[in-house]
């Protein structure tokens, strides 16, 4: 599954892979993970047309299982392309598959988040998956706290 969203996007959201919806769809972050990612773009006073939405992983794993690490790996040259493409001066890495891939690490993602990591040139900001929010509502307040740092990071100027 390829990424969606604007070839000028100054904000990336990189996901974990597709789900059932999505590989019914052709498009990433459609079910209800997917409308809870849109709701928080929209909070963010952006549309999705105005992003760039990408996933570690291309093709959906069998019965949702989590990717292994030759699926990332084979496919992590992709997502590098599409970063490379892009150009965005932010990514929001969603949840733990996500952060720990771009950012190379083993450290939990609930030590991540909350503030900017390098890649390059672009500041990577970890924050929770919204499929953990769906689980864990209350890990919202932490994923705005997180998305204020990169509203506030947007509006720098370059
Ligand atoms: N979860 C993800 O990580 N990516 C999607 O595209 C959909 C759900």
Redesign the pocket.
Known sequence: MFGVGSPDARLMFV?????AD?DEQGE??V?R??QLLTQIIKAMGLAREDVYIA?VVKCRPPGNRNPEQDEIEACSPFLHAQIAAIRPTVIVA??KFAAQTLLQTETPISRLRGQFHALGEVAVMPTF?P?YLLRNPAAKREVWEDMKLVMKRLDEPA
């Open positions: 996901g974990e892979g597709p789900g999505e990433p972050f079910g993970a997917g996933n969603l949840g998956h499929s």
